[in-house]
């Protein structure tokens, strides 16, 4: 059974940084590519970085390209966003996500097994 679990979620000033991690169990971690999505209220789920399976590629949406770096240890089975220059508009859950596929994907079809969320509340 696949289980993400996403940590390091808070409350931060506007230009304040967060590191979160997704601890994966279940699968061979080191053959999925992995994702980081966000949710913010009354808006629908979307891609803010994505990584491929060995950790040789990566995606950012606009937004957040430099300023969040998505990035794997397949030792420990973990992914893990660095989140700086944080806005207020980066308010939302944060969800990790895995899929089969070797390569980046964008689009929440593509991913198989997702966490629960951890909340990032940026203040202004």
């Known amino acids: 059974q696949v289980q993400l679990v996403e940590s390091g979620g808070g409350l931060v000033q506007a230009g304040g940084s967060l590191r979160l991690s997704c601890a994966a169990s279940?699968?061979?971690?080191?053959?999925?590519?992995m994702g980081w999505f966000r949710q913010a209220p009354g808006k629908e789920r979307e891609i803010v970085a994505g990584i491929n399976w060995i950790g040789s590629s990566t995606y950012y949406v606009d937004s957040v390209k430099g300023r969040f770096t998505i990035s794997r240890d397949n030792a420990k089975n973990t992914l893990y966003l660095q989140m700086n220059s944080l806005k207020p508009e980066d308010t939302a859950v944060y969800y990790c996500?895995?899929?089969?596929?070797?390569?980046?994907?964008?689009?929440?079809?593509?991913?198989?097994?997702w966490g629960q969320g951890t909340q990032v509340t940026v203040s202004s």
């Open positions: 996500a895995a899929s089969y596929f070797g390569g980046i994907q964008k689009v929440t079809a593509q991913y198989h097994s």
């Open positions: 279940g699968l061979t971690f080191s053959s999925y590519s």
